[in-house]
C-alpha cells in the first residue's frame, strides 16, 4: 500500500510533524484543522459561524489539492470548544458544505486552545 502526500498553499501549513492530507489506497485522511487564514496565519473570526466557514473552506483547499469534492467525504470528526453553545451555529454552516447522505460526523467538546472548531475528514478517492 502507497501513501501520497497531499499539501497546497491554499491551506493553512502544518505547524508541527504531520501532513495536511495522505492519500492510503482508496482513502483520503486530512490533519484537524481549524480556522486559520493560510496568507497571515491569524485565527479567521471570533464567532463559531464565522470559524467553522473557514475551517471547511480549509478542508476543501485540501480535498480540491487531491481532486476530490465533498461529495466524496464519509467521515468527520468535529470537536467544539463549547460543545452546547456552539452546535446549533457549527451545524448551520456545516451543512452547507454536505448534500444528503450526510457524512458519519463524531462531534466532541475540547479544550482548543483558542479555536472554536477544528474537523478532520476521511473521503473514498474514485
Same mark, same amino acid.
Request: hydrophobic content about 35%; cysteine-free; charged content about 15%.
Given at each position: 500500500?502507497?501513501?501520497?502526500?497531499?499539501?497546497?498553499?491554499?491551506?493553512?501549513?502544518?505547524?508541527g510533524?504531520?501532513?495536511?492530507?495522505?492519500?492510503?489506497?482508496?482513502? $483520503?485522511?486530512?490533519?484537524? /484543522?481549524?480556522?486559520?487564514?493560510?496568507?497571515?496565519?491569524?485565527?479567521?473570526?471570533?464567532?463559531?459561524?464565522?470559524?467553522?466557514?473557514?475551517?471547511?473552506?480549509?478542508?476543501?483547499?485540501?480535498?480540491?489539492?487531491?481532486?476530490l469534492k465533498?461529495?466524496?467525504?464519509?467521515?468527520?470528526?468535529?470537536h467544539?470548544?463549547?460543545l452546547?453553545?456552539?452546535?446549533?451555529? $457549527?451545524?448551520?454552516?456545516?451543512?452547507?458544505? $454536505?448534500?444528503d447522505? $450526510?457524512?458519519?460526523?463524531?462531534?466532541?467538546?475540547?479544550?482548543?486552545?483558542?479555536?472554536?472548531?477544528?474537523?478532520? /475528514?476521511?473521503?473514498?478517492?474514485?
Amino acid at each position: 500500500m502507497s501513501l501520497k502526500k497531499i499539501q497546497t498553499n491554499d491551506a493553512p501549513a502544518p505547524g508541527g510533524s504531520y501532513s495536511q492530507g495522505l492519500r492510503v489506497g482508496q482513502f $483520503f485522511f486530512t490533519a484537524g /484543522l481549524g480556522p486559520i487564514s493560510p496568507e497571515t496565519g491569524a485565527i479567521v473570526g471570533s464567532r463559531i459561524e464565522e470559524q467553522t466557514r473557514q475551517t471547511m473552506n480549509n478542508l476543501q483547499a485540501i480535498l480540491e489539492a487531491a481532486n476530490l469534492k465533498f461529495s466524496n467525504v464519509v467521515k468527520t470528526t468535529v470537536h467544539l470548544q463549547n460543545l452546547t453553545e456552539d452546535f446549533r451555529g $457549527f451545524d448551520q454552516i456545516y451543512r452547507q458544505y $454536505f448534500s444528503d447522505p $450526510f457524512p458519519v460526523r463524531t462531534t466532541v467538546g475540547s479544550n482548543l486552545n483558542g479555536f472554536l472548531v477544528e474537523i478532520d /475528514l476521511v473521503a473514498l478517492t474514485d
